[in-house]
């Protein structure tokens, strides 16, 4: 059954979710073919993790409106014992599976990998001034920031991606997943959920080179489940917490730095004012797009974008977003 999800208009549902399911224009000559963030017709498909469940769900989103009037519906998916192939009667199978609480759960994450509350209309009033975003902003109208499921995927993903290009990165993070994640078959298709901390906190990091995962970083990503199984990275926690205290826990795990940390908050705990200034990808595209004729610095993004707040996620984003429009 599909269930009604209620989100901020406008939202360009197709638009949004090229960010996670496509790859960057610089890659696209490498082939990609989605393995974690899928889009299957015209659906979103993301196999995702729900407490003291053993094996992941399928959640499946669609937006069944328009961009100014979207309608965004999701349903969960688990082929049933017995139920090979994964078509109408696995997915029945398992919403009658899930528990009233694992179905609240599910429509809370949904609409937080949608930023469903995200007032858009905002975000346009705070950058009014700046030409440059506004222009950006009538381009891409209806973009929201796609969220990741968990603050957990989203840092052991970001430390896998550090110092490497799109291809290699991608090839790292499948076989993380086809060695230690969980599948989930559905409609002669698999989608793959990230390994759940348990798994990762248990290895050594000679359990990962064979996956081309160096030593320093294993052990990043292991300490990273670590820290999640100890209740140091409580996602709910730390975006009740002001800014830079939660930048100080993050910043406090092994493997991450400014960058990872700022991205992180952007993705992972949805503060739509983190501000990445050290990414060269941002710097480069801010020195394009603002006629710069040179990369901009950590310090003038800053200072061109202070009176932003609290949207400078939302216009790193944008910037991020014309390497894949």
Request: charged share 25%; net charge positive; glycine share 8%.
């Amino acid at each position: 059954m599909w269930r009604a999800l209620a989100v901020e208009p406008p939202f360009d549902f197709e638009l949004s979710f090229r960010f996670v399911c496509t790859a960057p224009r610089a890659a696209a000559h490498l082939g990609f073919e989605p393995y974690v963030d899928v889009w299957q017709g015209r659906e979103y498909r993301r196999a995702v993790w729900l407490p003291r469940r053993r094996r992941p769900v399928l959640l499946r989103l669609r937006n069944q409106g328009t961009v100014d009037q979207p309608r965004l519906q999701w349903r969960a998916a688990l082929p049933a014992k017995g139920a090979a192939g994964g078509g109408a009667e696995a997915g029945a199978a398992a919403e009658a599976a899930l528990t009233a609480g694992e179905t609240e759960a599910l429509a809370r994450l949904a609409a937080h990998i949608v930023s469903a509350p995200v007032r858009l209309a905002d975000f346009h009033a705070a950058i009014g001034r700046d030409a440059v975003l506004r222009g950006l902003a009538r381009r891409f109208a209806g973009l929201k920031i796609i969220r990741a499921p968990s603050l957990y995927e989203c840092l052991v993903s970001t430390v896998l991606e550090q110092q490497l290009n799109f291809h290699f990165a991608n090839m790292v993070k499948r076989r993380l997943l086809a060695a230690f994640g969980e599948a989930v078959e559905f409609e002669g298709r698999t989608y793959w959920a990230y390994p759940p901390p348990e798994r990762l906190a248990a290895l050594r990091p000679d359990d990962l080179r064979p996956l081309q995962i160096s030593g320093r970083k294993a052990s990043y990503v292991i300490g990273i489940a670590q820290a999640v199984l100890a209740g140091e990275l409580a996602a709910e926690r730390l975006a009740g917490q002001p800014a830079a205290a939660a930048r100080e826990a993050l910043l406090r795990l092994r493997g991450i730095g400014r960058w990872t940390a700022e991205y992180a908050a952007l993705r992972g705990l949805g503060d739509d004012d983190a501000l990445p200034a050290e990414d060269v990808g941002l710097q480069k595209t801010v020195g394009q797009v603002y006629g710069l004729r040179q990369y901009a610095t950590s310090r003038g993004i800053e200072r061109r974008w202070r009176a932003f707040a609290p949207w400078r996620g939302y216009a790193t984003y944008y910037c991020w977003f014309t390497q894949w429009a």
